[in-house]
């Protein structure tokens, strides 16, 4: 301790006690300010309990830490669009330029074979026992990219694959344990066909199920 | 999409290893917020601080490859964070801790507490941006972040006794900066 610091203004006895080494009992002054910052300020030892030294230390350092602990809760939410630029970026480099191909009196319509597989995801997910459904729509050369990001050889299955009004869809699906697997296999498929084909057009499709993990309780 | 809170990061690490985007989407989801907080709170600045959780998002895709799975992809995402925060301020870009954290408001509080919030939050800021950058990381991954001890000293490629040696010098500077403001 260099000076007292009772007969300071507020600041100057919180920057004396920050140049203190140990306080006049003796007590270190860098564990009580860590127990400050560390949210223990109340969790008193037996020497604290009886020591005014101490508890004027850790009632200043309180005062001092409040406006850390206070930007530590405050929330700070991601900019609007962060994940959707983030996104953008990576489907850049990884770009499907695979499309439906629909001819019709009026022109032709072309949808992506994300856009497929999206529609597939969103169908699987309303299947019951479905926990998460991932598509895929990357192919051919254009999973050489990702395959080169990720040094993953190609899925087999790869991919949502189109071809006019046929598409191949490949869905990644993890279900909650004790559901019957191939019933819920069977549900996604139904889904996922009678979907494409309503909302889409698409004629044949085919629908790889892949159920690749089984989920208990709430977090896996 | 909405997230998917039923899975943990290591299944949706291990799809996006396997080329679904999906997967990839749903952990920048739950990460960005922390990708982009931390970056404020190392550079003091808002368009820095979007470009840095940007670049890393990304980055942390390019190299999935080489994320092993011995840590989680949070702490290796707060790796690449903080690296790239060092890459900009060395870089010659200063923090400037005015008014960095204006675009964020609390519509719950009321506007005077909000006021006195702010002025709390910016002398925390302008307190950091004094700290060399070892102290203020620590500063921010413990205290700020909640990381562990352990957790800090991994996601800094360091030790406990080194982040608690960092963490005792900047808390006599941070303390001595707040005594200031107060």
Same mark, same amino acid.
């Given at each position: 301790m260099t000076r007292p610091v009772n007969d300071s203004p507020p600041e100057e006895a919180a920057v004396h006690l920050l140049d #203190?080494?140990? +306080?006049?009992?003796? #007590?270190? &002054?860098d564990p009580l300010l860590e127990q400050v910052a560390d949210g223990?300020? #109340?969790? +008193?030892?037996a020497h604290q309990r009886e020591c005014v030294h101490c508890q004027a230390a850790i009632a200043e350092f309180t005062a001092l830490w409040a406006p850390v602990a206070e930007t530590a809760a405050r929330p700070v939410p991601a900019p609007p669009g962060l994940t959707a630029a983030v996104m953008s970026q990576i489907r850049v480099l990884?770009?499907? &330029?695979?499309y439906t191909l629909q001819t019709a009196n009026l022109g032709v319509i072309r949808i992506a074979a994300r856009i497929v597989a999206t529609r597939a995801r969103d169908a699987a997910r309303? &299947?019951?026992? &479905?926990?998460v459904a991932l598509g895929r729509s990357t192919h051919g050369k254009v999973a050489a990219l990702a395959e080169r990001a990720t040094f993953q050889h190609h899925h087999p299955h790869a991919a949502v694959g189109v071809l006019g009004r046929t598409a191949v869809v490949d869905l990644a699906v993890a279900v909650s344990y004790g559901e019957p697997v191939h019933e819920v296999a069977r549900h996604i498929q139904r889904q996922v066909i009678a979907t494409l084909r309503d909302e889409?057009? +698409?004629q044949t499709v085919a629908v790889n199920v892949i159920i690749d993990d089984v989920l208990i309780g709430e977090d896996q | 999409m909405q997230p998917g809170p039923e899975v943990g990061d290591a299944y949706l690490v291990t799809r996006a290893r396997d080329g679904y985007l999906d997967a990839y989407e749903i952990l920048v989801q739950r990460h960005s917020a922390m990708a982009y907080r931390v970056a404020l709170r190392l550079c003091g600045r808002h368009h820095d601080a979007q470009d840095i959780a940007q670049e890393a998002l990304i980055a942390a895709w390019e190299n999935l490859a080489r994320f092993?799975? !011995?840590?989680s992809f949070s702490t290796w995402l707060y790796q690449i964070v903080t690296r790239r925060a060092l890459n900009k301020i060395t870089?010659?870009? /200063? %923090? !400037? %801790?005015?008014? %960095?954290?204006?675009?964020? /408001?609390? %519509?719950? /509080?009321e506007p005077a507490v909000q006021a006195e919030r702010n002025l709390a939050v910016d002398a925390v800021t302008q307190a950091l941006a004094t700290l060399p950058f070892p102290q203020r990381t620590v500063v921010v991954l413990?205290? @700020?972040?909640? @990381?562990?001890y352990a957790e800090v000293a991994e996601v800094t490629h360091s030790s406990v006794p080194a982040v608690r040696s960092h963490l005792f010098r900047a808390r006599r500077t941070l303390g001595k900066k707040l005594a200031e403001w107060r």
């Open positions: #203190a080494v140990t +306080l006049p009992c003796g #007590a270190e &002054v223990r300020a #109340a969790d +008193l030892d990884v770009r499907d &330029v695979w309303t &299947v019951p026992g &479905v926990r889409i057009g +698409l | 092993n799975g !011995d840590s870089r010659g870009q /200063t %923090p !400037d %801790p005015t008014n %960095p954290l204006d675009d964020v /408001t609390d %519509p719950v /509080t413990h205290h @700020l972040e909640g @990381l562990s």
